[in-house]
């Protein structure tokens, strides 16, 4: 884990389509070659979170849960206009080393054109990038959901600040 890490940014949403208007936002900041890992428990949102980070890089796809996948690969346009990808990857069905090794998680995380969102990351432990960014996704309502979003890193500290602002400067 990073000694960088920075305080965290909380914030509550009121239906999916509002996480995923929270995701776009944050999509839109993120730089190529980032890993975001993604954290909650089963029905948290956190495929409703990556869907609108697909929607902020353009992809077009529908994005599912990749959970039979493990990998769902989309391509789209970063903010600068040029080609990026997103690996969505799901690691709920991983049981353990081996599995993550087969499944080739350091070429996706390796990826300088790629951005890397991943579900269930506490079952990756060590293969984990010692910067990241975390979303935690807390059930706390029917539709209403609890978002902690911690850089472990300066680049994602970076983009927290920025995002931040946004957020709180729009309201």
């Given at each position: 884990m990073s000694t960088a890490r920075r305080p965290a940014f909380d914030t509550i949403t009121h239906s999916p389509e509002q996480t995923r208007q929270l995701a776009a936002t944050l999509g839109r900041m993120m730089p190529r070659g980032s890993v975001v890992l993604l954290s909650g428990e089963i029905g948290a949102g956190k495929t409703t979170f990556a869907q609108g980070f697909a929607r902020a890089l353009k992809t077009g796809d529908h994005v599912q849960s990749p959970t039979f996948t493990i990998v769902s690969e989309h391509r789209g346009t970063g903010t600068d206009g040029e080609a990026v990808r997103l690996?969505?990857?799901?690691l709920?069905?991983?049981e353990g080393d081996s599995d993550l090794t087969?499944?080739?998680l350091d070429d996706y995380l390796d990826d300088p054109d790629g951005v890397s969102l991943i579900e269930w990351p506490e079952r990756a432990g060590p293969y984990l990038p010692e910067d990241y960014l975390l979303v935690e996704l807390t059930p706390v309502a029917d539709e209403k959901r609890s978002l902690r979003i911690t850089p472990c890193g300066d680049?994602?500290?970076?983009?927290?600040?920025r995002f931040r602002g946004e957020v709180v400067g729009g309201r």
């Open positions: 690996y969505h990857i799901d709920y069905r991983l087969s499944v080739g680049v994602y500290r970076d983009v927290v600040d």
